[in-house]
């Protein structure tokens, strides 16, 4: 079992920036952040995989970045630019490594991942 514990999460205004991060007690060959918003269903935000790659939701691209330490087994998500539909409640995730494909574009499914951090609250007012 691999725990995983979230931080970095608040209130900020619109345009501004916010670094998540995550621990994670194992390493793991993939790493993903989620976000669940009032009445919404979970997005996959951003993906890392071992060797590097990475993938974003589109409504993130050129706005956000993971990343990950493995010496720390800490996995980061910078978030430049903050719009108020970015507001939700974001999840650290971890997985073996599987990957979810539709017509050759890598999807960030929540069923390609097997622990799951507790959350933390990102608030972005207009």
């Known amino acids: 079992q691999v725990q995983l514990v979230e931080s970095g999460g608040g209130s900020v205004q619109a345009g501004g920036s916010l670094r998540l991060s995550c621990v994670t007690s194992a390493y793991t060959a993939s790493k993903a952040w989620f976000r669940q918003a009032p009445g919404k269903e979970r997005e996959g935000v951003a993906a890392?995989?071992?060797?590097?790659?990475?993938s974003y939701a589109d409504s993130v691209k050129g706005r956000f970045t993971i990343s990950q330490d493995n010496v720390k087994n800490t996995l980061y998500l910078q978030m430049n630019s903050l719009k108020s539909e970015d507001t939700a409640m974001y999840y650290c995730?971890?997985?073996?490594?599987?990957?979810?494909?539709?017509?050759?574009?890598?999807?960030?499914?929540?069923?390609?991942?097997?622990?799951w951090g507790q959350g933390t609250q990102v608030t972005v007012s207009s």
């Open positions: 995730a971890a997985g073996d490594g599987r990957t979810y494909h539709v017509n050759g574009k890598l999807i960030i499914r929540d069923t390609s991942f097997d622990y």
């Open positions: 890392i995989y071992s060797g590097g790659t990475t």
